[in-house]
């Protein structure tokens, strides 16, 4: 990635989480940091500027404000946006394992206020730019009864808010929790989801108790978690930039239930591997952004994304010239479906074909990945994929990743093009560096890497391009609604990649295939698995299946993207640009819809749209037959985008 137009011009008793009631004890988290913070030079403390009085600090960016405040000792937060409440007064602190607080009593020894601007070129991704541009508050602070020195960084962007804690004392430090609250204002809704259920929308005062004995336990939900407020305002929490620190869940808090509290994992998300009560980092250190992408307008959030981005490392490689974004196809477990699959992904358009799990026999029973199974002739299909411009993936269970850089070696020996990750179970300190760990090493190898189950995202696919995607949702494994799809773009899809398994004139599918074409524009998938449980010889004649040319020339990278319309769990448009053509997906949940929607971000001249629409509805959504009609627009056209129940409209945009 490369930056260009860098500058900066600088300026001038807190109650404990929710984590001691979910276990009913005093927990402490366990880590050792990689990311640690570097310090100004300039960074002593002025203690003559303590005074104990109430202080506050906001940094600004277009509609958005985030401010810090002192009163009465205690560290707090707030988030107005075009003056309307996001996030009321709320709680700010980390607790250490030696039972300090550090929020509760506290004085200012330090403020700096910054603005930076920088755009920079990500190998892939929504748009061909992304600008990053905020200002920022930076507070040091010490610990009254320790004198422990530590910090809070805030930024505000026209996309959102961020914030994250910095400590400062040289040596090593143990975080017991975060302490970190988001107090909503009255009339708030959440979509809560934890590892791969469906959206539940509640007040957060209302999240669903979930977790069994080996888990995290209580009213915890998963990241990214989306907030509805009034007045249209909506706002998405996620993370980012994390190192060498667990993965942060929120929860419910007792009495207060407007409030979410956060909650560093111990456990992994699904019980395997140790529990880490304990999180040791070498300090100085900064823990991960906590970040608020926020939208005047539901369609405006996802736009917004980009924000998770701006808050992660920026790219470490020297070279991405092999990454390459596509289309893929899973194979059946034989040499003659790889050779197929091939002919099927030329014929296609697709870029990949996989092996799923099984290609080197039952994935829970076999750690040895080095060698297929007898029914697939592994390089006779390399060498074919490869003489005919095709990568080949090969899928891995976590069991099997004992010594991944010697796997990973062998794997780009033999030409593999990239590795699919199976149930890497995220949460704890280990496995963020254990992810993290597998997309560099797999980056050494020039490998790209999709983590499978439940991983949530925190924006580093920029520092490391070559983790091009991870599931961490409810996809076409599990076929959900429509109303679940419709609220993935504002929800999952707003932290980062996501894995969903498109499906055409599948039996078990929920939706029209209307629908699911449109999700190839709609979703965010870099790497974007299609047809998924198909084989070749169901498209053998193309003329039964008027979609396929849609998925023959979608891409899975852009130039361009706008939202064009949406409500989160009702309905969502959106128009997505490479080169010179536009590809526009829509999609609505159970109930029929027409949208209008203005072409006004078309170029000039006349555009030649051809429209893949529902036709009369079906006994079943996946029985509504695809119609496909074009007609002359220009940029002064509106389309009328008509939508059966659970149905869709995928539209190509292409000068005449």
């Known amino acids: 990635m490369r930056s260009t137009e860098d500058r900066k011009e600088p300026a001038a008793s807190a109650p404990l989480s929710r984590r001691g009631v979910l276990k009913g004890t005093a927990v402490t988290v366990g880590v050792a940091a990689t990311g640690a913070l570097a310090l100004p030079a300039h960074a002593d403390d002025d203690e003559a500027a303590t005074a104990r009085r109430p202080l506050c600090a906001t940094a600004r960016m277009g509609a958005n404000a985030i401010t810090l405040s002192v009163v009465d000792g205690a560290l707090r937060w707030s988030v107005r946006h075009h003056g309307r409440t996001v996030v009321d007064t709320s709680v700010l602190g980390l607790a ?19 603005t930076a601007r920088t755009t920079w070129t990500p190998v892939y991704g929504r748009n061909a730019t992304v600008t990053d541009h905020y200002q920022e508050q930076r507070w040091h602070l010490r610990d009254s009864a320790t004198g ?3 910090g809070v960084q805030v930024r505000a962007y026209r996309t959102g808010v961020a914030l994250r804690y910095l400590l400062l004392d040289e040596g090593t430090a143990t975080v017991s929790d975060e302490l970190t609250t988001f107090a909503f204002p009255e009339g708030t809704t959440v979509y809560s989801a934890r590892d791969e259920d469906a959206y539940l929308p509640v007040p957060p005062g209302s999240i669903p108790v979930t977790g069994a004995s080996g888990t995290d336990h209580g009213p915890l939900t998963d990241l990214p978690l989306t907030a509805t407020l009034t007045d249209g305002l909506i706002a998405c929490v996620c993370e980012s930039a994390r190192l060498d620190f667990p ?99 030329v014929a296609r358009g697709l870029q990949y074909v996989e092996y799923d799990a ?5 994935e829970f029973t076999t750690t040895d990945a080095t060698r297929p199974i007898t029914a697939i002739d592994l390089p006779s299909v390399i060498s074919y994929a490869t003489s005919k411009g095709i990568g080949v993936f090969l899928y891995v269970n976590r069991l099997a990743l004992t010594d991944a850089d010697s796997l990973f070696a062998l794997y780009k020996s033999w030409g593999v093009a990239g590795i699919k990750l199976g149930f890497i179970n995220d949460g704890t300190r280990t496995m963020t560096d254990q992810i993290t760990d597998w997309a560099k090493a797999a980056a050494g190898h020039r490998l790209l890497i999709d983590m499978h189950d439940d991983v949530r995202p925190f924006g580093h696919e920029r520092a ?12 076409n494994e599990q076929f959900p609604t429509a109303t679940h799809n419709v609220t993935l773009p504002f929800a999952r899809n707003i932290g980062g990649p996501m894995d969903y398994t498109i499906c055409y004139g599948q039996s078990r599918d929920r939706t029209t295939n ?37 998925f023959d020339s979608v891409p899975t990278t852009w130039d361009e993207s706008r939202t064009l319309a949406g409500s989160i769990g009702a309905y969502v448009a959106v128009a997505r640009r490479s080169g010179d053509t536009w590809y526009l997906g829509a999609m609505t949940d159970e109930t029929s819809r027409t949208l209008s929607l203005p072409l006004s971000f078309l170029g000039g001249g006349t555009y030649t749209a051809t429209v893949y629409a529902d036709g009369t509805p079906g006994a079943a959504p996946h029985q509504t037959p ?31």
């Open 96 to 114: 250490l394992s030696d039972g300090t607080v550090l929020g509760s009593d506290v004085t200012v020894t330090r403020s700096r206020q910054e």
């Open 148 to 150: 422990t020195r530590f």
């Open 247 to 345: 993965r942060l869940m929120l929860s419910s808090v007792d009495g207060q239930p407007g409030t979410l509290s956060a909650f560093l994992m111990e456990h992994t998300a699904r019980g395997t591997g140790p529990v880490e009560p304990t999180s040791t980092v070498d300090t100085p250190f900064a823990t991960p952004w906590r970040a608020l992408v926020i939208g005047s307008t539901h369609a405006e959030l996802v736009d917004n994304a980009e924000l998770i981005l701006n808050l992660a490392p920026p790219n470490t490689l020297t070279d991405t010239s092999w990454i390459r974004p596509g289309k893929v196809f899973r194979c059946e477990l034989s040499t003659a479906a790889g050779l197929a699959g091939v002919d099927f992904a």
């Open 358 to 362: 099984g290609w080197y026999g039952p």
């Open 464 to 475: 490391y391009p070559n983790w091009i995607s991870l599931e961490g949702v409810r996809g």
């Open 514 to 550: 209307a629908h699911q074409m449109a999700m190839a524009a709609v979703y965010y998938q870099p790497l974007n698995f299609l047809f998924w449980y198909d084989k070749p010889s169901k498209y053998a004649n193309p003329a039964n299946w008027p979609g396929l040319p849609w």
């Open 626 to 656: 695809v119609v496909v009609s074009s007609r002359s627009v220009t940029a002064d056209s509106t389309l009328s985008v008509a939508m059966a129940p659970a149905g869709g409209q995928a539209v190509v945009l292409k000068p005449s």
